[in-house]
Each structure stands twice: as structure tokens, then as C-alpha cells.
């Protein structure tokens, strides 16, 4: 069943020079079913977080249009958006800058739970603990202040304030990224639990192509704002269908260093462009090896594969008939 | 399940460790708390009654009936300068509180708000910040007639800038924080994000800036005394005790000395403690003070 369904979302933000105009995501169109998780990968600067902010409500979208469970996400306006933006809560990548140092960790886990109500009534006091134990915290961390936790701690928090919203969605905006190898895998594995047990679904931000793998099912590629890959998770690493997707996947290492050492990576050439000049046609072409004329004018269009695998590529039946070089 | 380690040193712990090190910091705060206190028991602990005229004892120096001497009208100079305290005290408070309510409110609103809002407060603050205080306060009290309690007034209302301006800048780099937009996230509307989580947050600059708004205040209130605008005869303030004591400054020179010490010391005192509040603020709130 349809959880988020985003259809055709840009967002163009005003630069420092005047007229120039960064264009930060480009019809952006996805769905998210319940309690499944959505990796969405891409190099920095590729409009992951634009468009989590986007989808959430936090930003305004020029273009398109975003439903949280068939409700119009962009239409609503002031206590209707607060409630709906409750439904779809966000977990930062720093954990020492997202929650308020003046606050203690009773008072943060339960805000949401304070603003769902009519009037401030007191949040019963376990209210708090049961939150804390949901993601593995002593009861007695109530009383903290968040500079007297660890960096995982701090993320426990985060996302203990997250399920406090009692949440549809919870956006993972590199969520595991600062934390250090151990304490993420500690997160990752909570995150998981958490999802079977409250079906909850994701929306996974990262840069890590192999921790997406491990949690996602699906995958969407971004490049320079828009999407130029997207399906299930495992078809999408096993025959990336997007000259860029097989890029970036052949670029993760694999542990054994003989097939390591022997493996041929297609070459991707260059630096990313800037957001500031998106290049003509496909926005991949400069440091595509596949590139030809078409791609330099047409911007390819999304074309579905099977079974929910599509990509924006001029060549993708050249691709998919080749194989995985 | 994570287990619970010792607790570090909280917040407010750091804080006075840092300020009981700056020794005259802690004087000046012990000054500010006789004041304090002198002012709300000043009925009760004068020697003398204050405006009783002894004319026998006129300029009389330190002796045991009048510890700290008597003025050209023979009242008691230690009865004289503990009720001015509390006019002192009182003054400054209404003139800080005034400056207060107008400038936070509005440096929140342009600090947070940003846009038209912002250009159109900043301007006027600045507009505000070019009248001399003095002058203003004088023309004020030439309006509404005399009284500490409009002259005070209007130096809070020309001094609302300094809040203004603290609290703008302080939202300006707090709006930008994550857990602002983490607030947002979770369906937290703005009058409510300003109120509990960027308020809170601006806490220490503010403080600092009471202090030394304060000291500044009670410098004015003292100024339009010593010109007559101020508090009124025969009730006594350091100022006018100062303005009235000039011409004996020869025949009684603790006339002059004990109301100047008096402002000298209270004021260093709210500006010393101010100063070493922004000193004292943790490593991460330091730049916002």
C-alpha cells in the first residue's frame, strides 16, 4: 500500500549572484510503501536532503505534488501541516547539533507527544522512560542534558523522539553518518528492529552505497537533483541500469582484494558539475563513457524496466543487453 | 542496554567554577546583593529619619549621631544615601525592565523572522539609537512633568536598541541551528519555536546585557537628578545629594565624596558582574554572548 507518493518535485533556490539560480532538485518523482525503507543515495551536493526537506514539508516545492497516505501534503497550511509533519518526523545527521542543549532528554523525547495535545497537559512521567527503552536507554537518562551523552546516545534520543510522534515516516537524513563504526551498526541494528516491530517505514539518506544496501528496499539514485535510478534494492546492485549507478557501485571496494585488484570499473570522468550550471540534455553526459549526440540536447526521460526498476538513460537497452561489465 | 556513567559536570557547575575565579567579579555580585538588599530594607535600617532637618547640626562631620556627617540642612547623609538606594534601585530596574519588553520581542521577531520585518525593526532601532538619551529623557520629563518614573521610562524606551540588537543577533545565528529545524519537523509552529527553544538559548547574552544596562541606567538616573529632573525634593538620590553638596565641597568634602562612591561603586559593580557572566559562559555559548 502507498505510504508517500511524490510526483514531479523541484526546488530551485535563489544563488548569491543575482539571477544565477541553484537548481538544487529537478521532478523528483517516487513512492514509498508502508514499513519498507527507501534508500536514497548520491553524492553530496545531488539533492538528497533538498528533497527529504521537501517531501516532509519543510521546504516548499516550486513544482509537483507530495501525499503522506492520499492527504495533500503541500496544500496544508498551519495546524493541519504541523500534524501531518508529526506523521513524517526527521532524524539528523549531527547528533550534537539537533537537540536543544537547554532541554533534557525527558522534555525532548516528549515534545511531540506535548504538541499533539490540545492544551499543554502534563505528559505522564513514563511516558518518557517507555520511550527511552524503546531504543535501549536507562530510564534514569531522563534527567540528562544531551552534552552529557555520547554521540550514539544522543541519536538513540533522536529517534526516541522521532517514534514519539507516533511517526508513518521517519526521514533519515544521514542519520548514522557522524557516528563512529561500532555505535552505527548498534543504530542500524535498532532502526531495523524498530521497523519490524512498529512498521515504521524510512527514508533513508546516505552516501554509503553498502550500508543502503543493507537497509533499503528499494533504491534511488540521485545526480545533480534528479533521480536517475530507482527500484528494488537488489535488482538495482546487481544490474544497475544508469551508467552513473554502475559508476558509483563499481567504486565501492570488495573485500576480497584479488577480485578487487582485477576488477574493470568503467571510467567516470571529471568532477560533478555545479547545481549552478545543470549541462544540457542528460545532466550526466560530460562524465558519461556512453554519451553521444542525443545525450547532449535530450534530457532522457525515466523509463521503466520491469517490475519497478526504471532509469533516466538514453542507452539503457545498450546497458541492459551488455550486462554488468 | 547502555548504562548510566557518572555524571559530568553540568552546565551551571562550569559556570560559577568559572566566575567564583574572577575574584573581584564575586565582590562586585556581593556589592550588587547589599544594594539589593539595603534598597528593600531601606524604611527599616535608616539611622535617622531621612528628610528631618536639624539645622544645628548643618555640615556637621562624622560623629556618632551622624555617622557619615550631615547635610547644609543638618538630615543625615547615611539615612539619605540608604533611601536613595532604593529610588537608585528601583530606577534602574523599571529602565531596564521597559528596555527589555520593548527590545526582546522585537529583536526575536527580526532575528527569527528575517525579510521585510527585519530591514523595517533594524531601522528603526537604529533610528532610536540616534537620539541621545539624556536629551530624550529630558524632554520627555519637560512633556509629562518631572518624576524618576518618566524620566526612567524614556531611557528605556532609548535604550531598547541594546536589547534589540543583542537579541536579533543571537536569533540570527540560533535560527540556523538543527535543532530548530529538528523542531520544525515535528510540527512545532514558530511562536512556539521562538518561545521554548530560542529564547531559552539566548539566556546568558541577555543576562549580561541586564547587568550592564543596569549600571547605564542608574548613571542616567543619577545624571537627571543632579540636574533636578530625577527624583524630587525634599526625597533624597545620590544625584541630587551630589548637585546640592558642590557648594560645600570645601567645608564638607564627604558631602560630595559619599553620594560619588556611591553611584562610582554601583555601577562598576553591575558592569564588572556583566562582563564576567560573557566570560564565564560555557565554550559553546560563549560566541552568542
Aim: glycine content about 8%.
Amino acid at each position: 500500500m502507498t505510504l508517500l507518493d511524490v510526483e514531479g518535485v523541484a526546488k530551485s533556490f535563489p544563488a548569491r549572484r543575482r539571477k544565477a539560480v541553484v537548481r538544487a532538485v529537478r521532478d523528483v518523482s517516487f513512492r514509498l510503501d508502508r514499513g519498507q525503507t527507501l534508500g536514497v543515495v548520491g553524492e553530496s551536493g545531488s539533492g538528497k536532503s533538498t528533497t527529504a526537506r521537501l517531501v516532509l514539508g519543510l521546504i516548499r516545492p516550486d513544482a509537483g505534488r507530495v501525499h503522506l497516505d492520499g492527504m495533500d501534503v503541500l496544500a496544508a497550511r498551519g495546524d493541519r501541516l504541523h500534524a501531518l509533519r508529526r506523521r513524517m518526523p526527521m532524524v539528523f545527521q549531527d547528533p550534537y547539533s539537533s537537540l536543544d542543549p537547554t532541554w533534557t532528554v525527558r522534555d525532548i523525547v516528549t515534545e511531540p507527544v506535548r504538541l499533539g495535545r490540545r492544551r499543554d497537559r502534563a505528559v505522564p512521567a513514563t511516558r518518557a522512560a517507555e520511550l527511552l527503552e524503546l531504543v535501549g536507554m536507562a530510564p534514569a537518562f531522563a534527567q540528562r542534558y544531551p552534552h552529557e551523552l555520547s554521540g550514539g546516545q544522543r541519536q538513540r534520543v533522536a529517534i526516541a523522539r522521532a517514534l514519539a510522534c507516533d511517526p508513518d515516516l521517519v526521514a533519515l537524513d544521514e542519520a548514522v553518518a557522524a557516528l563512529d563504526v561500532s555505535t552505527r551498526a548498534g543504530i542500524i541494528g535498532l532502526l531495523q528492529d524498530l521497523q519490524t516491530s512498529l512498521g515504521v517505514a524510512y527514508l533513508f539518506i546516505s552516501h554509503d552505497l553498502a550500508l543502503v544496501r543493507l537497509v533499503s528496499h528499494e533504491v534511488a539514485v540521485m545526480y545533480l537533483g534528479r533521480i536517475v535510478e530507482r527500484g528494488p534494492t537488489e535488482r538495482v546492485y546487481a544490474a544497475p541500469a544508469h551508467p552513473y549507478t554502475r559508476a558509483l557501485i563499481s567504486a565501492v571496494p570488495v573485500p576480497d582484494p584479488v577480485v578487487q585488484r582485477n576488477r574493470t570499473r568503467p571510467p567516470v570522468l571529471g568532477e560533478v558539475p555545479s547545481a549552478l550550471a545543470v549541462p544540457s540534455g542528460c545532466a550526466f553526459h560530460p562524465r558519461c563513457p556512453l554519451a553521444t549526440d542525443i545525450c547532449r540536447t535530450i534530457d532522457p526521460p525515466v523509463v521503466d524496466l520491469d517490475d519497478g526498476h526504471a532509469a533516466a538513460c538514453h542507452h539503457v537497452a545498450l546497458i541492459t543487453k551488455e550486462g554488468v561489465s | 542496554m547502555t548504562t548510566v556513567t557518572t555524571r559530568p559536570e553540568s552546565a551551571f557547575a562550569a559556570f560559577r567554577r568559572r566566575f567564583v575565579r574572577q575574584r573581584l567579579a564575586v565582590v562586585m555580585a556581593g556589592v550588587i546583593a547589599v544594594m539589593v538588599l539595603v534598597a528593600l530594607l531601606a524604611p527599616w535600617i535608616t539611622p535617622l529619619d531621612p528628610n528631618a532637618q536639624a539645622l544645628l547640626d548643618r555640615l556637621a562631620p562624622p560623629s556618632t549621631k551622624h555617622w557619615l556627617g550631615a547635610d547644609d540642612l543638618g538630615r543625615d547623609v547615611a539615612s539619605r544615601l540608604i533611601i536613595a538606594t532604593r529610588a537608585t534601585i528601583w530606577a534602574g530596574l523599571l529602565a531596564t525592565c521597559v528596555s527589555l519588553l520593548i527590545g526582546l520581542p522585537f529583536g526575536l521577531l527580526a532575528g527569527y523572522l528575517r525579510g521585510w520585518a527585519d530591514t523595517v525593526l533594524s531601522r528603526a532601532a537604529d533610528a532610536l539609537m540616534a537620539i541621545p538619551p539624556l536629551l530624550f529623557a529630558m524632554a520627555i520629563v519637560a512633556v509629562l512633568g518631572r518624576g524618576v518614573t518618566n524620566a526612567m521610562i524614556a531611557i528605556g524606551v532609548v535604550t531598547a536598541p541594546r536589547f534589540f540588537r543583542v537579541a536579533r543577533g543571537v536569533a540570527l545565528v540560533i535560527r540556523e541551528e538543527t535543532y530548530i529545524e529538528a523542531a520544525r519537523s515535528i510540527g512545532c509552529p514558530t511562536g512556539r519555536i521562538v518561545r521554548t527553544h530560542v529564547l531559552p538559548n539566548m539566556m546568558s547574552p541577555l543576562i549580561v546585557q541586564i547587568s550592564v544596562t543596569m549600571g547605564f541606567a542608574i548613571l542616567f538616573e543619577a545624571s537627571l537628578s543632579f540636574l533636578g529632573l530625577g527624583v524630587q525634593p525634599p526625597d533624597a538620590s545620590w544625584g541630587s545629594m551630589l548637585q546640592r553638596s558642590t557648594r560645600f565641597a570645601g567645608d564638607a568634602p564627604w558631602l560630595v565624596l559619599l553620594p560619588g562612591l556611591a553611584i562610582l561603586l554601583t555601577v562598576l559593580a553591575f558592569n564588572t558582574v556583566g562582563d564576567a557572566v560573557r566570560d564565564s559562559v560555557g565554550r559553546e555559548n560563549r560566541r552568542l554572548a
